[in-house]
């Protein structure tokens, strides 16, 4: 039936049933502010439920008193305009009765000033003692990740996929190697700004496992919007096979056609950006791929890792992020499948 | 009165023109066929020909007037390490690339054909390496580091400490050709002797 030609209150009940139905479901999901799942969110959270719920008992108050100035109006019978003069009792008590709002709006911003500086102070009042240390610098349009250890040898680098041990605090130290970007997982902090020159540091824990979308938050450039982020948070052994797995260079094919594959990569433009240690491929201003089967998307997150998407992502990036600094790539259909089962292969 | 009237006419057309003027230089187009990549081909080692000589056609780079080719061109100078061995145009293993001087020429077909070949004594073959494309671009941006691209479309002030003048301030001069490749005129590695 034509919304339009439903009866008034029909209407009213479908349009309010289907803002409910759009309302709920932005509570939840892997980018979702409100569905928290680590401490600092919580602590942002509960700030912002508490502004909320005061403002909403504000305005319920504001939007009554509206409503009862317009309806007392309406009863009152006026035949003419009301001769304006000064009425001392009358003018007393407007002016207190303003004078109580205005004092009750300093109070309220005054508790609003209390919570934030509280919810600050305990932003920054996250145990730091065995916190696991990761580098994330912002690229355009990528991030490129480092697991810092005081052993060489158990350094991860990685790019745009990040995992981390339920119930361990972990501190980030961001810089970008550009323009500003913002490292902004909704689910686990705030947005933290990442400023070329400059190293700022968020720290933060997950409480739960499970996997989280973040995005960057600060505009630098044409494909901001595509510049997204997988962190994954699991319990600690898991983490730690992760990070056992992800230390391994890629090693060299015994499968025929991998092992072309791995002859196109070295042959063609990939080995002028890309790194897979193992392999004489070391550049350093583009994703390591040495995992990349490993990760659940591509290209920052803007697609899932397929191998449909992986060979459409590399003959054309243009056409799926236009504008990023990758350029397009003309393979021969053996060329590609040899290359896409190569790159597949490397867990 | 007839005066504001004709000046408010000229008015639109005026601001039009200003505005289009910047259409090429502004256009980014990142999805499109190289330029003039056949005109690389027109590259000859020898001025002698058979019968009556005639001369290569000049080539022209159309991204000589995109400004966005250029600053891209500048990005993969830096990522491509072009700076490993000419510097920011200065030189060092490699010939400055901001001088009047050219071993292989200053076309643009030369230069395109300098990074795809390569060139003794260390100049590394790109071919398969970098795109058509991407090659295009670098050619534009090495000839603005002499001052050959016009200023309005040439790379600016650099974000970082600047080591030399920004391409859109270099005066160009008459590009020469030196007839003799760096091989026999050095003794060692220790550089070109000019």
């Known amino acids: 039936m034509n919304p339009l030609s439903m009866p008034g209150s029909r209407r009213a009940r479908r349009s309010a049933a289907a803002v409910a139905v759009l309302l709920l479901t932005g509570c939840s999901g892997k980018q979702s502010v409100l569905d928290t799942a680590g401490v600092q969110a919580e602590r942002i959270g509960s700030l912002w439920w508490f502004t909320l719920a005061i403002c909403a008992v504000v305005y319920l108050i504001v939007m009554a008193l509206l409503v009862a100035t317009i309806v007392r109006r309406r009863r009152g019978a006026m035949r003419e305009a009301p001769e304006v003069r000064p009425e001392p009792s009358e003018d007393r008590r407007t002016t207190r009765l303003v004078a109580i709002g205005v004092a009750l709006t300093i109070a309220i911003l005054l508790v609003f000033l209390v919570a934030d500086f509280i919810t600050g102070r305990k932003l920054g009042d996250l145990d730091g003692s065995d916190a696991l240390v990761i580098e994330v610098i912002g690229h355009q349009w990528w991030w490129e990740v480092h697991y810092a250890d005081s052993i060489p040898a158990n350094r991860v680098v990685t790019a745009n996929e990040i995992h981390i041990p339920v119930g361990r605090t972990v501190m980030f130290k961001l810089s970008s190697s550009d323009v500003i970007h913002s490292f902004w997982v909704p689910r686990l902090h705030g947005k933290k700004d990442m400023i070329p020159g400059y190293v700022n540091t968020a720290w933060l824990r997950a409480d739960s496992p499970g996997v989280f979308r973040g995005q960057c938050a600060e505009f630098c450039g044409y494909q901001h919007a595509k510049m997204g982020l997988t962190v994954v948070a699991e319990p600690p052994a898991s983490f730690q096979r992760w990070a056992a797995a992800q230390r391994l260079p890629a090693a060299v094919p015994s499968d025929p056609i991998r092992l072309r594959g791995r002859q196109v990569f070295l042959a063609g433009q990939c080995i002028m950006c890309h790194t897979i240690t193992g392999t004489p491929a070391g550049g350093k201003v583009a994703p390591d791929l040495t995992h990349v089967a490993s990760r659940g998307t591509i290209a920052a997150g803007s697609l899932p890792n397929t191998t449909g998407n992986l060979a459409g992502w590399i003959l054309d990036p243009q056409s799926i992020k236009p504008g990023c600094n990758m350029p397009a790539n003309t393979l021969a259909p053996d060329d590609l499948q040899a290359l896409l089962a190569y790159l597949g292969s490397l867990r | ?194």
Request: hydrophobic letters at 30%.
């Open chain 2, 1 to 194: 009165m007839a005066r504001a009237s004709s000046i408010h006419r000229l008015a639109l057309p005026l601001a039009a023109g200003i505005l289009l003027m910047s259409c090429e230089r502004e256009a980014r187009r990142f999805h499109e066929a190289p330029p003039s990549s056949g005109n690389a081909r027109t590259i000859t080692m020898s001025e002698l020909q058979p019968g009556v000589a005639v001369p290569p056609a000049e080539t022209v780079n159309q991204y000589e007037k995109n400004g966005w080719a250029l600053s891209e061109g500048k990005r993969l100078y830096g990522w491509y390490n072009c700076s490993g061995c000419h510097a920011q145009g200065g030189g060092g293993m490699g010939p400055p690339l901001m001088d009047d001087e050219w071993i292989y020429g200053s076309d643009p077909a030369n230069i395109f054909a300098t990074i795809v070949e390569g060139r003794p004594n260390g100049m590394p073959s790109f071919r398969g390496r970098i795109s058509d494309n991407d090659v295009w671009k670098l050619v534009a941006y090495v000839r603005s580091l002499s001052g050959q691209v016009d200023k309005d479309v040439s790379p600016g002030r650099d974000d970082d400490m600047s080591k030399r003048v920004q391409e859109q301030s270099k005066t160009p001069e008459p590009q020469r050709q030196s007839s003799t490749p760096p091989a026999s005129q050095r003794s060692g590695s220790t550089g070109r002797k000019r």
